[in-house]
């Protein structure tokens, strides 16, 4: 199949540019998204849209050992200046009003990939896991419904992520999310009819 032609700016095929809705957040801090390596080119994948929205994101590829021998000694330097986003069983829940109200890293990590590549990756790099670990008990249901998510709570890195500022800066992450919308919506509208959700139709009516 000949390839499509693509937008040079969000790299989406140019039927679905997202580009008109882009607008820029810069976030405090650090954030820094480990990306299994086959996400990458996944054409659902969110975290093109995060560092559309997000300037000063770091993405590093979990195949790029290089830049993670450097945040490995980052984050032994500076261990509790660093949070995983990441749900274990030792995990601080950052939405719980209950949860004692602490001085919270600046700093964040957080996986993107399936839930079975984003495991591997936290065995293969068990280091990740030698800082404070974060992650949601009552997260807004997901919006991000052209990818399939293992439950009801789980949500997109772009959603995780505007979660995540929105709780520990109070920063409005509006755009960021109507950015994702604007994908969903040029998805689904390019989706065959065959694949299309049932809707009301003058003959179904
Ligand atoms: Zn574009």
Known sequence: MAERRRCHRCDYPTGMCVCAAIEPIFIPGRCVIVQEAKERHHAKNTVRLLQLAL??????LSTDHGALSILQAQLAAERTAWGLVYPSANSQILDNPATPAGPLPMQWILLDGTWKKTKRLLFEHPWLTHIPTFSFANPPPSQYFI???????????????????????????????????????????????????????????
């Open 55 to 60: 300037p000063n994101l770091d993405v590093i």
């Open 147 to 205: 990818r399939k998510v293992p439950s009801s709570k789980a949500l997109s890195t772009l959603e995780s992520v505007a979660y995540l500022y929105q709780l520990t800066q109070g920063l409005s992450m509006n755009a960021l999310l109507q950015l994702q919308h604007r994908l969903v919506e040029q998805w689904q509208q390019h989706q065959p009819v065959a694949h299309q959700p049932p809707r009301q139709t003058e003959q179904g009516k």
